[in-house]
């Protein structure tokens, strides 16, 4: 069943969507209203292009990753040890998300437009979204990824490398910044040969739920 939604910040039981996940339509991108989807693992995800309603997302079954599990091989140990790179949090969230976007904003199916961009960027205005950089010797920005981050998860919207292995870097980093700091999650939303190499798993709607409710 999918559910169209009106104006006022509410979301219908997810519980009751398509098999993929998709369960609602409609409603707007304000922070109010994405912070109650996140706080209940709803995202939004819709070709600009091809659709003028936002649709909701909300799979049973969860590709996760838990930052004490995440994997690291032996060639990004090699590459992590060589440090070519430096790594922040938070630095260029501009940056990072425009850098997302621009790779493939020319696809099919591209989902990272202007309004998307305005919306995240104000989640992170506000302390709710935050990016993860890589930066190369001469400080240019070639790597990096940027989601949603509150309670004990983090909720990845998307990664990018303008280098090998970039993308990967951003990620343990934030693994280990994560598992540091009493982090219990990072929401992969779908899953990828990429994160399923990293340690990416998946968990049930209601496990998922009880970790982020918990503290």
Same mark, same amino acid.
């Given at each position: 069943?999918?559910?169209?939604?009106?104006?006022?910040?509410?979301?219908?039981?997810?519980? #009751?969507?398509? &098999?993929?996940?998709?369960?609602?339509?409609?409603?707007?991108?304000?922070?109010?209203?994405?912070?109650?989807?996140?706080?209940?693992?709803?995202?939004?995800?819709?070709?600009?292009?091809?659709?003028?309603?936002? #649709?909701?997302?909300?799979?049973?079954?969860?590709?996760?990753?838990?930052?004490?599990?995440? !994997?690291? $091989? !032996?060639? *990004?140990?090699?590459? *992590?040890?060589?440090?070519?790179?430096?790594?922040?949090?938070?630095?260029?969230?501009?940056? =990072?998300?425009?850098?997302?976007?621009?790779?493939?904003?020319?696809? +099919?199916?591209?989902?990272?437009?202007?309004? *998307?961009?305005?919306?995240? /960027? &104000?989640? !992170?205005?506000? @302390? #709710?979204? /935050?990016?993860? &950089? =890589?930066?190369?010797?001469?400080?240019?920005?070639?790597?990096?990824?940027?989601?949603?981050?509150? @309670?004990?998860?983090?909720?990845? &919207? $998307?990664?990018? $490398?303008? =280098?090998?292995?970039?993308?990967?870097?951003?990620?343990?980093?934030?693994?280990? =910044?994560?598992?540091?700091?009493? @982090?219990?999650?990072?929401?992969?939303?779908? +899953? /990828?040969?990429?994160?399923? $190499?990293?340690? @990416?798993?998946?968990?049930?709607?209601?496990?998922?739920?009880?970790?982020?409710?918990?503290?």
């Amino acid at each position: 069943m999918i559910f169209q939604l009106d104006d006022s910040i509410s979301f219908p039981d997810p519980r #009751l969507g398509e &098999e993929d996940g998709l369960f609602a339509v409609g409603g707007d991108l304000s922070p109010d209203r994405l912070l109650l989807a996140y706080s209940n693992g709803i995202f939004p995800w819709y070709s600009f292009r091809d659709w003028q309603t936002i #649709l909701w997302y909300c799979p049973m079954r969860r590709f996760v990753i838990f930052p004490d599990k995440i !994997h690291i $091989s !032996h060639s *990004m140990r090699t590459l *992590m040890n060589k440090g070519e790179y430096s790594l922040s949090i938070g630095r260029d969230f501009s940056g =990072v998300i425009h850098n997302c976007s621009a790779l493939r904003y020319d696809e +099919e199916g591209a989902w990272l437009g202007e309004d *998307m961009i305005k919306a995240y /960027t &104000e989640l !992170h205005r506000q @302390g #709710l979204a /935050t990016s993860v &950089e =890589v930066w190369d010797r001469d400080g240019k920005l070639v790597g990096g990824l940027y989601g949603v981050s509150f @309670g004990p998860a983090f909720f990845g &919207e $998307s990664m990018f $490398s303008l =280098v090998p292995s970039a993308s990967k870097l951003a990620l343990i980093f934030l693994a280990q =910044v994560m598992e540091a700091n009493g @982090g219990k999650l990072i929401d992969c939303q779908f +899953e /990828t040969p990429h994160l399923k $190499s990293m340690g @990416g798993e998946y968990i049930s709607y209601e496990k998922y739920m009880e970790i982020l409710k918990s503290r």
